[in-house]
């Protein structure tokens, strides 16, 4: 007689393979204790995505699928497995003997960090239906799962209909690289009854069902655009009287082989807990990383889900690379600048591998396309590059890497990227200064028709970089490199200050040019202004236009015209000098809405300088009349660098304002509801401002130093940071403000670092070290406190 025991064991071990082999648990209960954020009802007909680094799936809130995008017009939603598209789409009919209900009205829709949930309250059926999914990471597919609960006391029967909507087409430029699209054919898998589709001339794949076995099986035509296949998958289902049924399915794909595509169905259907959980358990890591904790609860929560959106953003092309793209439906491919100004957020956020992964791969594909150290600006991801690099992208790549080395210490990170820098800065001067005026020329951040001569930021950020090149050279043992580059930083500091300035303006110029050029500009603009009816604009204009013919000049002059908010980039990178610097951030303060900053100042509108108003955009795509986070996390950076924190902070609150305006948990990049619905640079409006002038980290991690120089708005009382992350250390700032009482308290991981903690020198009162000891020092107005102490608490209190 066999051991009861073992009897009892083989049953447990039966029981969990068959739940292993559907995996039907409930994933409501799985995530139940995670954040969420309830969407909007005004804005179910707008984007969301469940975004994953190899899939992702941009759909309507009320669950449909309507054609979105511009980039490959219609296309740009459904779900990608870069560089191909698998689908339009999907849709669930529900038939009954005498109705038809698509489900294609939400009712509501709930964002996680990591998926996201349709509600389709069905009433007059006595029915409630959950649509939950989410991207198991490094998957090329999809989980989506129908929970079925009947609010009836008597047993329903219909039939449930799943379509699938295959177009298995390349990816934006994929003809340049002979991606071909041809018409899908499809197979019914009995074994696994599934649909497969087939591009007819590639390898391209893919395959979705779930492990019921359907009642009737078709295909035809599909209803979207293109030359795809609807796969029709149909249930006959039966709820007892409120009961709850379980429906997983599983959408998969490869660019490559039929082999992978089954291979990577297989392993969601039968493991997806497994994977949610993992999912799970990594974005609870992401949360802890760099946590903030201050008064304000909305900003707060906008800078956590940010950490969220920066993982979206991940796509993993194994073939070319693995980075971060610049945005959601219409820029899910790599960028140069989109990444230079993100990767600094990114990493201290530490999210650093990611950060290492992109600048390699824009680095390895700029040196196959440009061999000179010129940076790239877009390619697809399919390796096709698009542009090979505005003149701004190739010296911010050089500070880039500066500023990530200020983070990690590693000299063989400098040693292996310095060549490009050094290369690219050859390319900057030598190709791109036709007067040797120090001031390259061509398009930097406004790509505005002709604003391509010698424009402020493109000087501003290269002033940088030879700031910046000089440092490194200087790490390499590059003495006379660095002074070189030094002596050119100085001199490029000193003309910005004098060259770019126009006292009239009281701002920095948009661009220095000829008459000429600027004539052709100021007509453009004024077509512009009067096309938005901007009479303000166009006055000015006019008067500018006037001013030019009445003293006409040979020489090449500075231009205030758009007043981009590029003539902030000189407060940006702290070398305007301080006089020009208040009145150029008082000027900026004209050319704001409740959102942010106007992009081109001219477009502003009645709703500038106010706290209420909107922003509409064309239904043609276009920037025109935008206000932007990038412009305006550069101003929140710049009124930092001249300590004004509360101004900086009122910009943040401003982008703030848009988190979760139209997508929860995210912010547009058109403020409030316009363009990519997730945006990488986010994160650099946000992480910079907050983790290295709030709370004033400053690492210089080759040195096993990081100073904290607390920088704090008036109205945060209190405030943390916890668990940032430099190099191998962990460090954690926390503030409180008390009466006149001020306690400043860091902590670290290494026992080996130097804390430099830098506090305010104070007419009257006294500091006291309450935990840890310190070297203390004098320099100027500030007090400094040097320690190697895993905790160190100061309290300062003011007379």
Same mark, same amino acid.
């Given at each position: 007689?066999?051991?009861? +025991? ?6 447990? !071990?039966? *029981? ?25 009802? /005004? ?39 870069? %560089? ?9 009919? !529900? ?75 390349? =990816?934006? !430029? ?9 018409? /899908? ?15 007819? $001339? ?121 980075? *971060? ?28 591998? *990611? =950060?290492?992964?992109? *600048? ?75 007067? $040797? ?85 100021? /007509? ?35 231009? =205030? ?76 950076? +710049? ?73 704090? %708005? ?31 308290? =860091? ?53």
């Amino acid at each position: 007689m066999k051991n009861p +025991a073992s009897i009892i064991l083989l049953i447990f !071990l039966l *029981i969990i393979s068959c739940n292993s082999a559907t995996d039907n648990n409930d994933f409501s209960e799985i995530i139940k204790d995670s954040p969420f954020i309830n969407g909007k009802s /005004d804005y179910l007909n707008s984007p969301y995505v469940t975004a994953g680094d190899r899939v992702y799936m941009v759909g309507h809130q009320n669950g449909s699928f309507p054609d979105l995008g511009w980039h490959v017009k219609g296309e740009m939603g459904g779900i990608w497995d870069h %560089p191909i598209k698998l689908m339009d789409g999907f849709e669930v009919t !529900l038939n009954w003997q005498d109705q038809s209900l698509k489900l294609d009205s939400a009712t509501s829709f709930v964002n996680y960090p990591y998926a996201n949930k349709h509600t389709y309250n069905l009433s007059e059926n006595n029915m409630q239906i959950e649509r939950f999914q989410f991207v198991p990471d490094g998957k090329e597919g999809i989980l989506i799962q129908y929970k079925l609960k009947s609010r009836s006391d008597k047993v329903q029967n219909f039939d449930f209909v799943f379509s699938g909507f295959s177009d298995l087409r390349p =990816v934006w !430029l994929g003809e340049r690289t002979g991606m071909i699209d041809s018409e /899908d054919n499809a197979e019914f898998l009995k074994n696994s009854n599934t649909w497969l589709i087939k591009d007819n $001339k590639n390898p391209w794949y893919v395959i979705f069902g779930t492990h019921m076995l359907p009642s009737e099986y078709s295909f035809e035509k599909s209803i979207h655009h293109g030359l795809g296949i609807s796969g029709n998958l149909t249930y006959k289902i039966s709820l007892q009287p409120n009961e709850i049924k379980i429906l997983n399915f599983t959408i998969a794909g490869s660019y490559q082989s039929k082999e992978q595509a089954l291979a990577t169905y297989d392993s969601i259907q039968n493991k997806s807990t497994d994977y949610l959980i993992s999912k799970k358990q990594r974005y609870s890591q992401l949360a802890e990383q760099s946590k903030l904790t201050i008064p304000d609860k909305e900003l707060q929560n906008a800078f956590e889900w940010l950490k969220y959106n920066c993982d979206w953003l991940i796509r993993d092309v194994p073939e070319i690379g693995r980075g *971060i793209t610049a945005g959601i439906p219409d820029y899910p491919w790599w960028f140069g600048v989109d990444s230079e100004y993100a990767l600094q957020g990114y990493m201290a956020i530490g999210q650093t591998d *990611i =950060v290492y992964k992109t *600048i390699h791969l824009l680095d390895s594909v700029s040196e196959a396309v440009n061999g000179n150290g010129r940076i790239l600006h877009e390619m697809s991801t399919n390796g096709a590059v698009f542009n090979k690099g505005n003149i701004n992208e190739t010296p911010q790549f050089a500070s880039l890497i500066w500023q990530i080395y200020l983070w990690n210490g590693d000299l063989q990170f400098l040693e292996k990227y310095f060549p490009t820098i050094q290369k690219g800065l050859n390319w900057l001067m030598s190709e791109n200064d036709s007067n $040797k005026n120090l001031f390259p020329d061509g398009f930097g951040m406004m790509e505005i028709h002709g604003l391509d001569s010698e424009m402020i930021d493109v000087a501003v950020y290269t002033q940088r970089a030879f700031a910046d090149a000089s440092k490194m050279a200087k790490e390499l043992r590059e003495d006379s490199l660095a002074s070189n580059y030094g002596k050119i930083a100085g001199t490029l500091k000193d003309k910005i200050n004098k060259e770019f300035w126009a006292e009239d303006f009281n701002s920095y110029a948009d661009f220095i040019g000829t008459d000429k050029q600027a004539l052709h500009l100021i /007509d453009d603009a004024i077509i512009r202004a009067d096309t938005l009816n901007k009479p303000w604009a166009i006055e000015e204009l006019e008067e500018t236009k006037k001013s030019i013919l009445d003293n006409p000049s040979r020489e090449l002059k500075p231009f =205030v015209l758009h007043h981009n908010w590029v003539v902030n980039t000189p407060m940006e990178m702290k070398i305007a000098e301080n006089n020009k610097a208040i009145k150029a951030l008082q000027t900026s303060e004209k050319f704001v809405n409740p959102f942010g900053v106007f992009v081109t100042g001219i477009d502003r509108d009645a709703s500038a300088g106010s706290d209420d108003g909107s922003f509409k955009g064309s239904k043609i795509f276009s920037y025109t009349g935008a206000v932007m986070t990038l412009p305006t996390g550069v101003l929140a950076i +710049a009124e930092n660098n001249y300590g004004r924190p509360d101004n900086a902070l009122n910009y943040l609150k401003r982008m703030t304002r848009t988190f979760s305006y139209a997508l929860p948990g995210s912010i547009y990049e058109v403020s409030p509801d316009y363009g990519m619905i997730t945006q990488a640079w986010n994160i650099y409006s946000f992480a910079i401002p907050v983790i290295h002038q709030f709370f004033g980290i400053q690492p210089s991690a080759s040195e096993k130093k990081i100073q904290i120089m607390v920088q704090m %708005p008036e109205e945060w009382d209190s405030a943390s940071l916890e668990n940032v992350i430099v190099a191998e250390n962990k460090i954690s700032v926390f503030f409180e403000k008390k009466d006149k009482v001020t306690t400043v308290r =860091v902590t670290q991981s290494q026992n080996d670092w130097t804390l430099e903690i830098v506090l305010p020198k104070i007419e009257s009162g006294n500091y006291e070290i309450v935990k840890g000891s310190a070297e203390i020092a004098t320099i100027e107005n500030q007090i400094f406190y040097f320690s190697k102490d895993p905790i160190i608490e100061i309290k300062t209190t003011s007379e």
